[in-house]
């Protein structure tokens, strides 16, 4: 059996209080209470301010949790153009894109976003993209290809952005350079309802429907995509940490079913396997996701019966642990 020494390299430190600062790892031992204590960080949801507009099938990306945006989508009776701003606390109504849409995509942060493809209240799939500059949105370069661009997922920046997969099932890939969209190689996986996180030289698309359900998960080398480890639960129609590095990212919510089995599932992502951290409060699908990996944001989403405004923020804290040395 390892003992204190060979775990630690030394004697644990004897306290009668917890230290101040202590680091990630450390170890010591309450002699006024007879516990052995852990620094760890502790993962978990709360509860956000809620969106002014009930929806989903909107796009949302953002910095972090206290930084995001959620565009366009659907209202239940018709597809909207608005567009709201998060703080950490509410949400603000802002410069609406120019076309109304739902299943649409976006990426960025709240002061420079693109909103990308998408379906049209008048019923058809749409190549329109936007930019955002912190005010106003402006058209510019449109998708290169009309079929499945909608019901898509994206990553990226508002200067270097990546659009995969679509409804109908498809593969296809386009790559942003800030003015102009060019066709690249394909998703191994035809996929619609995907989602993702990363930049355009290191990307990640998980999940979605293939048409039915998928854990597929793939990793973009600025190149082409490589199957890697799969979600351990199979979803569509699932949000993301949109800002989030390749190598350090989140999924959470979704549908397990053919919108069905609305989720509370989170997983993370460290560049090799996923791993189910805490899970959301309310179950739902096509909500809006940004942030990263310890500073992420849900609003927003359908939960099978109606309609959401509910917000829900990711955050890791440094926390104190009881230990169990074995």
């Known amino acids: ?91 603000t109504e802002v410069g609406d894109i120019n076309s109304a849409r739902r299943y649409n995509q976006s990426c960025g942060i709240v002061t420079a976003a693109l909103c990308t493809g998408g379906y049209t209240q008048g019923g058809s799939a749409t190549t329109e993209n936007e930019s955002w500059d912190g005010s106003s949105w402006t058209e510019i370069g449109d998708l290169s290809r009309p079929a499945q661009r909608y019901d898509s997922g994206q990553l990226g920046t508002q200067a270097a952005s990546l659009y995969f997969g679509g409804e109908p099932v498809g593969a296809v890939t386009e790559l942003w350079n800030g003015s102009s969209w060019t066709e690249v190689n394909d998703l191994n996986t035809a996929r619609m309802a995907v989602t993702g996180f990363g930049t355009t030289s290191a990307g990640i698309a ?15 080398d600025g190149t082409s995509w490589t199957e890697v480890g799969d979600l351990n639960t199979a979803r569509g129609d699932a949000s993301s940490s949109k ?78 642990r009881k230990a169990t040395i074995s």
């Open 243 to 320: 800002a989030a590095p390749a190598t350090n990212g989140l999924v959470y919510i979704g549908s397990t079913g053919n919108h069905t089995n609305t989720q509370t599932l989170t997983e993370s992502w460290d560049g090799t396997s996923w791993a189910e951290t805490s899970d959301l409060s309310t179950a739902r699908y096509r909500g809006g996701g940004g942030g990263t990996g310890s500073s992420a944001i849900c609003a927003t989403g359908y939960d099978g019966s109606s309609r959401s405004s509910a917000t829900e923020e990711f955050s890791i804290a440094p926390t104190t």
């Open 1 to 91: 059996m390892a003992t204190l020494r060979d775990i630690k390299g030394d004697l644990v430190e004897q306290r009668t209080a917890n230290p101040d600062n202590p680091n990630i790892g450390d170890i010591w031992y309450r002699s006024d209470t007879g516990d052995m204590q852990l620094q760890v960080n502790l993962s978990a949801w709360s509860t956000g301010g809620s969106t002014n507009q009930v929806r989903s099938q909107g796009a949302g990306t953002g910095a972090s949790k206290d930084s995001a945006l959620v565009t366009g989508g659907y209202t239940g009776t018709a597809a909207t153009a608005k567009n709201e701003s998060y703080n950490g606390s509410s949400w």
């Open 206 to 220: 998980a999940g979605g429907r293939a048409p039915s359900v998928t854990a597929a998960n793939e990793s973009w």
